[in-house]
């Protein structure tokens, strides 16, 4: 299923979160610590059971707590110590943290335009802009191939993240509108081998069908 042509590559399964209530009522959560809510529990039990045959080497998570809590359902099942990365955490969105993209717009109409642009350097007043987030995950993802080379890894992440290595690995730029769907609890597949990065799997849920997913925007 997962073809890779060089045997000593690194192989990382990045996963997003399962759901939460902010994610059901479209609140962007960005540093905003929030669990998962049932639904969210069962797809990381599902998810889980699906991907625990690929035995991980080691097992990494942002340090908010819906991922840990989702990456921990996953240690259960390899037995496994869940290693905590605060450098693939979700993106800062500034004044946006805990209202909807439309109460933003009403609110800061201005900051919602730098939005919908994907502005590179904006950063939601004091938040974080998609340059340096970037660079941050750009950072975090050599931090893990420099240390398990030619390993295999899951990584529990965010929304914000999957973004950035999605469009690095497929060479879509920065600064365009989203066109691919990122679900809860999907395993996505990518191979290093030095000449860097590459997609795999995307968003592969096939397990999912019988836990309500919320929309994936």
Same mark, same amino acid.
């Given at each position: 299923?997962?073809?890779?042509?060089?045997?000593?590559?690194?192989?990382?399964?990045?996963?997003?979160?399962?759901?939460?209530?902010?994610?059901?009522?479209?609140?962007?959560?960005?540093?905003?610590?929030?669990?998962?809510?049932?639904?969210?529990?069962?797809?990381?039990?599902?998810?889980?059971?699906?991907?625990?045959?690929?035995?991980?080497?080691?097992?990494?998570?942002?340090?908010?707590?819906?991922?840990?809590?989702?990456?921990?359902?996953?240690?259960?099942?390899?037995?496994?110590?869940?290693?905590? =990365?605060?450098?693939?955490?979700?993106? %800062?969105?500034?004044?946006?943290?805990?209202?909807?993209?439309?109460?933003?717009?009403?609110?800061?109409?201005?900051?919602?335009?730098?939005?919908?642009?994907?502005?590179?350097?904006?950063? =939601?007043?004091?938040?974080?802009?998609?340059?340096?987030?970037?660079?941050?995950?750009?950072?975090?993802?050599?931090?893990?191939?420099?240390?398990?080379?030619?390993?295999?890894?899951?990584?529990?992440?965010?929304?914000?993240?999957?973004?950035?290595?999605?469009?690095?690995?497929?060479?879509?730029?920065?600064?365009?509108?989203?066109? =691919?769907?990122?679900?809860?609890?999907?395993?996505?597949? =990518?191979?290093?081998?030095?000449?860097?990065?590459?997609?795999?799997?995307?968003?592969?849920? %096939?397990?999912? %069908?019988?836990?309500?997913?919320?929309?994936?925007?």
């Amino acid at each position: 299923m997962h073809h890779v042509s060089n045997p000593g590559a690194t192989r990382i399964c990045f996963i997003r979160h399962g759901e939460t209530d902010w994610n059901v009522a479209r609140r962007i959560q960005g540093h905003t610590d929030i669990p998962l809510n049932k639904t969210g529990r069962a797809q990381a039990l599902a998810m889980a059971f699906n991907a625990a045959h690929h035995r991980f080497h080691a097992i990494y998570s942002s340090d908010l707590l819906r991922a840990t809590e989702t990456a921990q359902v996953l240690a259960q099942r390899e037995d496994q110590a869940v290693k905590l =990365f605060p450098q693939l955490r979700e993106r %800062h969105y500034g004044v946006f943290q805990g209202i909807t993209a439309a109460e933003g717009a009403v609110l800061y109409p201005e900051a919602y335009a730098h939005y919908v642009a994907r502005d590179l350097e904006y950063d =939601f007043e004091r938040g974080e802009s998609l340059h340096d987030l970037a660079d941050r995950v750009g950072e975090g993802v050599d931090w893990l191939l420099r240390h398990h080379s030619g390993q295999t890894l899951a990584v529990v992440s965010h929304s914000g993240v999957l973004d950035v290595i999605y469009r690095r690995a497929t060479g879509r730029p920065l600064h365009t509108p989203r066109d =691919f769907v990122i679900p809860n609890c999907a395993l996505n597949w =990518f191979h290093f081998d030095g000449q860097g990065w590459h997609l795999d799997v995307w968003a592969d849920r %096939h397990y999912l %069908h019988d836990v309500l997913t919320e929309s994936p925007e």
